[in-house]
């Protein structure tokens, strides 16, 4: 089987669609799929994996890390004939790709499926705050209900994302399907390495957030958390891994609190060295955001033996399940800092946290996830062929 998917971002952009999928198509490769992917070229690609087609594209304004893939060189980019003979389109992102997906697959008269990473209701708040939210959230739902009703089945990476898009009236077929991990995010990182390249010093506990660095994933208030956590570990540092439009404001509040020598923003890192050892390098990993669609974040932080603290919101509360080696905290200052400081100052509590998340982990695997996509992809192509024959769809 030949799939195509395409997809408003990709790497060296770094995110969890970016993650996912590649993940995906690695795995793939070993059931029998062979994909390809249509993805914007960036500034810094660099070298690709194979089967990858780079479509020139603009600056998003406003957002120095995405870029808007050119309408026009993205339609000629996929009347090429390489992709002749899909006999599937996965679309990935809700924006370019999205119609430029749909309109291929029906010009190809082929299947056409999207997975629902993103949350969009939450981030048109975010990044339109002019809007007011409850006209946002009634334009976002709308939107969202519409390009779902473009393709003949969806993906979404946990159960309250299906539950959401339910709620919104969704009545295309939803499949609930997670990005699984790797086998390579379980070679254990070096963390006195990282801190010694971060100039960490190695005896001080250290709280971790690892991600975008954007108002959605709820940032500021891992801070004003860590200056709590402080008033009872007073030596305990804050690194934050990533980049995005919220840093400048991050610094900011960092310096209104006066955290400056204690929170270090450490950038993008390599996924193949530097992240695995900033994973390891951690007491405590902490994340709080509303608008993850899974969280594959808190799985690799526990595959590295991190102990996670964390809310459980929309696709996290699918991860963070008894047992799974983290505890979960209210979006309350003081109880959330509570939870990581019993963490810290509990030695039994930590091993127990690490050893359990790290079980738990290894139950994720990428292999799983893609073998149960292949057998979707098969499901999906039938469908499409008894529909087209005159037969009736079958039901979700």
């Excluded at 473009?150 to 959401?164: C, F, G, K, N």
């Excluded at 270090?264 to 902490?286: E, K, M, P, Q």
Aim: glycine share 8%; hydrophobic share 40%; net charge positive.
């Amino acid at each position: 089987m030949r799939v195509l998917f395409i997809s408003d971002v990709y790497f060296p952009r770094v995110n969890g669609v970016s993650t996912s999928i590649r993940t995906f198509r690695e795995d793939l490769a070993h059931c029998g799929v062979d994909t390809l992917l249509v993805a914007p070229q960036y500034a810094t690609t660099g070298s690709d994996e194979p089967g990858i087609t780079r479509v020139p594209s603009a600056r998003v304004p406003g957002d120095p890390e995405d870029r808007r893939m050119r309408w026009g060189e993205l339609n000629r980019c996929l009347e090429d004939d390489r992709f002749k003979d899909v006999d599937l389109l996965h679309i990935h992102t809700p924006f370019i790709a999205h119609y430029a997906g749909v309109r291929f697959a029906r010009r190809m008269n082929v299947p056409c499926m999207a997975t629902y990473h993103t949350f969009f209701e939450e981030y048109l708040h975010h990044y339109v705050p002019v809007l007011p939210r409850r006209i946002g959230k009634s334009l976002a739902r709308a939107f969202t209900r519409s390009q779902c009703a473009d393709v003949q089945a969806l993906i979404a990476p946990s159960e309250p994302m299906r539950d959401i898009l339910l709620e919104y009236g969704v009545a295309t077929p939803i499949h609930i399907l997670p990005t699984g991990l790797p086998a390579d995010r379980f070679r254990q990182g070096d963390g006195a390495r990282f801190r010694t390249q971060a100039g960490l010093p190695l005896d001080r506990p250290l709280l971790t957030y690892v991600g975008r660095v954007a108002h959605e994933k709820n940032i500021e208030f891992l801070v004003r958390v860590f200056a709590e956590v402080r008033r009872a570990v007073p030596g305990a540092m804050l690194v934050i891994a990533g980049e995005g439009p919220a840093r400048e404001s991050l610094k900011h509040c960092v310096q209104r609190l006066g955290l400056e020598r204690d929170v270090h923003f450490v950038g993008y890192l390599d996924r193949n060295s530097a992240l695995l050892d900033c994973y390891a390098a951690a007491n405590v990993f902490v994340f709080a955001s509303r608008t993850e669609t899974q969280g594959l974040v808190l799985l690799e932080a526990m595959a590295q033996g991190a102990p996670v603290v964390s809310t459980a919101e929309l696709g996290t509360r699918s991860i963070l399940k008894p047992g799974c080696g983290a505890l979960i905290a209210p979006e309350d200052e003081r109880q959330f800092a509570a939870a990581v400081t019993r963490v810290l100052q509990d030695a039994g509590l930590w091993k127990e946290l690490s050893d359990s998340g790290l079980a738990y982990a290894r139950s994720w695997s990428s292999a799983t996830m893609a073998r149960r996509l292949s057998d979707l992809y098969g499901t999906v192509r039938a469908d499409w062929a008894s529909v087209r024959a005159g037969g009736a769809r079958c039901a979700p």
